[in-house]
């Protein structure tokens, strides 16, 4: 059944909210064919906003070979690598003797096959006959671009879950081999790939792009900025109003607050608002979806907090109280965080975890906006 409030899935056309000015920036790079990196917390509205700069981009007819893969379960530079070919070959391919075709002809001399009977019993396309090299590396990531020139047309692969390369057994030397690709692309006058490197682990990205400057000026980084609130609290009000039922504006900007506009948050929260009313939303009714949204998501909040130690628990209580400069001897003794040394250790074991984000001032924030609020009401029972 259809909702006005979506939240499982992207969404794109009139259920995309706010984010314009970022959608016509993304659609420009696109068009340019640059690459482009997003890193946002999870339900941050990534997928979103690049699904509706490639839809924006397509109704003024620029056309695209667009394939997307995730990392999540890769763990191996093999894993990495195949799922890259695979999806780029899927992209123009869909027979085994058009596969079999292009890894012949743009693979040749690596360790990449097609096997038929891989093919058969598993849908595998790329095989392998040794353990991946360093030759092989560059092969498969030169593949995109080959494909794009000889189709005479743009590629753009987006690879979700990007960090997770740091996780196979040499992340750093798959990103240097990635930056020269990308250094010969750009020096390719004919149609080719672009990339967007989007991950959800903040913190992690950053390492990547910030603090070990891997592809610096060949990406271009986009953040995301806050959905506005008026625009947050319009699309709720029309949302209900579809249903017959009515709530007060004013209602509605404590929800903003609560969940600092994300819009997954929000359009969980009142789709639960929807279900427990029948006409009039009042106060009450969403006291109750805030509970119910909180019994959802306490499970993992709870592991969350079980999984940090006593000094990582009293550093996520300062934060909280708003302390920046940890290193105080004031704050070191109140807070029991042992010694300034220590205090290191612990921000940097909480931003490993994707706990906390710090920005360009280095003042921290919890990445996400209901974790917070269940943190300080429940967990710390802060007034």
């Not at 610096?216 to 039922?245: A, C, S």
């Amino acid at each position: 059944m259809s909702t006005p409030f979506p939240y499982d899935k992207y969404v794109t056309g009139k259920d995309f909210i706010g984010r314009k000015e970022e959608c016509t920036v993304l659609g420009n790079l696109i068009g340019q064919g640059a690459h482009v990196v997003l890193y946002e917390p999870p339900r941050a509205g990534k997928t979103s906003l690049v699904q509706q700069a490639l839809f924006t981009t397509r109704i003024k007819g620029q056309q695209f070979i667009t394939g997307q893969f995730s990392l999540l379960n890769v763990r191996t530079i093999s894993e990495f690598l195949i799922r890259l070919g695979t999806t780029a070959i899927r992209t123009v391919a869909t027979t085994p003797g058009e596969f079999a075709d292009i890894i012949g002809r743009h693979l040749g001399g690596t360790h990449f096959i097609f096997d038929q009977a891989n093919y058969s019993e598993n849908d595998a396309i790329i095989s392998t006959n040794w353990n991946v090299d360093d030759n092989d590396i560059l092969e498969m990531l030169r593949l995109p671009q080959r494909i794009a020139r000889e189709r005479q047309q743009q590629m753009l692969l987006i690879i979700d879950d990007f960090q997770n390369i740091m996780m196979t057994e040499d992340g750093d030397k798959v990103c240097r081999i990635m930056e020269s690709v990308l250094a010969e692309m750009a020096s390719d006058p004919k149609p080719g790939c672009s990339f967007i490197f989007s991950g959800s682990m903040v913190n992690a990205m950053k390492d990547i792009f910030k603090v070990k400057h891997y592809f610096y000026r060949k990406v271009e980084h986009l953040p995301l900025k806050d959905v506005d609130e008026k625009e947050i609290i319009e699309h709720v009000v029309k949302g209900f109003l579809t249903g017959g039922k009515i709530v007060e504006r004013e209602l509605l900007l404590g929800m903003c607050k609560l969940f600092r506009n994300n819009l997954w948050y929000i359009n969980h929260f009142v789709n639960i608002c929807d279900s427990l009313s029948k006409g009039y939303i009042i106060e009450n009714t969403l006291i109750e979806a805030l509970n119910s949204i909180l019994a959802i998501h306490e499970p993992r909040f709870q592991a969350t907090m079980n999984s940090l130690t006593t000094f990582q628990v009293s550093l996520l209580r300062a934060i909280l109280d708003g302390v920046t400069k940890f290193s105080a001897s004031e704050v070191i003794h109140k807070y029991s965080l042992n010694s300034s040394a220590n205090v290191k250790r612990l921000r940097e074991a909480l931003v490993k975890k994707e706990i906390i984000v710090f920005d360009d001032d280095d003042i921290p924030t919890l990445q996400d906006p209901l974790f917070e609020y269940w943190v300080r009401k429940f967990y710390f029972e802060m007034k």
